[in-house]
């Protein structure tokens, strides 16, 4: 897999609040991976690699500065979807 993207599920919000300042990290609930769209390399395939729609999921546009880095962004290292990590350790 020559490309990863990191994908925030969110928790429900218990209100709608429409603005562009609201704290994302506090709702995340899982961190996803999926591979990218050949025809679109910033978009993500429609599925997670664990297999859940992608579509209602916020792109965390995470990328590892290098080889050893984790897939996941280092402050969501206790969230991160166990079967997605398997995948991408094989
Ligand atoms: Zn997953």
């Given at each position: 897999m020559n490309s990863v993207i990191?994908?925030?599920e969110l928790e429900p919000a218990t209100e709608v609040?429409?603005?562009a300042?609201?704290?994302?990290?506090a709702r995340v609930r899982w961190v996803h991976a999926a591979g990218a769209d050949?025809?679109?390399?910033e978009d993500p395939l429609p599925r997670t690699l664990c297999g859940l729609d992608s579509s209602e999921m916020e792109h965390e546009h995470y990328r590892p500065s290098g080889p050893g880095d984790p897939?996941?962004?280092e402050e969501y290292?206790?969230?991160r979807c166990q079967e997605c990590?398997?995948?991408l350790r094989g």
């Open positions: 990191v994908l925030l609040i429409d603005s300042e609201v704290d994302i990290g050949p025809d679109a390399q897939w996941y962004p290292r206790g969230r990590d398997a995948a």
